[in-house]
């Protein structure tokens, strides 16, 4: 769902954060977190990293950035959802303490609801 997101309003009304390096190799945007707070958790909207920095640490670096954001912001909980289908993202988020919550079926997908209560 976040590929079909209307961006002008993800910047307008989300928090966005950008990773991004520059180095005499390369220079660019290699990493997304957009996070909403919502009444009773903070929701990571969207977490992204470029491919050719996967595997290297940024998405767990991202993933505990939005943790300590909701920590600041006094939430005990923060969620997520993904698509049944990547089982990778879910094995991944799962290795980070979330744990799955529900299944949603949508006319023309499945998506997994995760959570993660933080310790105090």
């Known amino acids: 769902m976040p590929l079909l997101a209307d961006y002008k309003v993800v910047l307008a009304e989300k928090d966005v954060w950008l990773a991004i390096r520059s180095d005499q190799h390369r220079e660019g945007v290699f990493g997304v977190l957009v996070l909403e707070p919502r009444v009773a958790d903070l929701m990571?909207?969207?977490?992204?990293?470029?491919?050719?920095?996967?595997?290297?640490?940024?998405?767990?670096?991202?993933?505990?950035?939005?943790?300590?954001?909701?920590?600041?912001?006094?939430?005990?909980?923060?969620r997520l959802y993904t698509g049944k289908p990547l089982t990778h993202l879910i094995a991944w988020y799962a290795r980070h303490g979330f744990t799955i919550e529900r299944e949603e079926p949508l006319s023309d997908?499945?998506?997994?609801?995760?959570?993660?209560?933080?310790?105090?």
């Open 44 to 78: 990571i909207e969207s977490i992204a990293t470029d491919p050719l920095v996967q595997g290297q640490g940024l998405g767990r670096i991202m993933l505990a950035a939005a943790e300590a954001q909701a920590k600041t912001l006094h939430y005990d909980t923060v």
């Open 109 to 120: 997908r499945t998506i997994v609801h995760m959570m993660k209560r933080l310790a105090p």
